[in-house]
């Protein structure tokens, strides 16, 4: 599996991004769908998550409310629309999945890095 993260970019604060996550390779083994991020100087961090199959999300508290994951199973795709962007949002961001019989985010693509200046 192979996972290729974009949309990165420098928006002001209050402004809007979206993120994308392109699966490829043997996609059928895929579980669930994470973005994290990692900021300057401090670990990285889970934001958000999808099933592959069933849709169920999770978000962790910082993000509730102005993100919002998604997929389009016909383009193997994973999207986060992240909404009301905040300083504290600048990081590099991450998508990973995790396939069946694992219990961890083994496949990690590149990072995307978003800017949000105040």
């Known amino acids: 599996v192979q996972l290729q993260a974009s949309g990165g970019g420098l928006v002001q604060a209050g402004e809007s991004l979206r993120l994308s996550c392109a699966a490829s390779?043997?996609?059928?083994?895929?579980?669930?769908v994470g973005w994290f991020r990692q900021a300057p100087g401090k670990e990285r961090e889970f934001v958000a998550s999808i099933s592959w199959s069933g849709g169920s999300t999770s978000y962790t508290d910082s993000v509730k409310g102005r993100f919002t994951i998604s997929r389009d199973s016909s383009k193997n795709t994973v999207y986060v629309q992240m909404d009301s962007l905040k300083p504290e949002d600048t990081a590099v961001y991450y998508c990973a999945a995790v396939p069946y019989g694992l219990a961890k985010y083994y496949y990690w693509g590149q990072g995307t890095l978003v800017t949000v200046s105040s």
């Open positions: 390779g043997h996609t059928t083994i895929i579980y669930t």
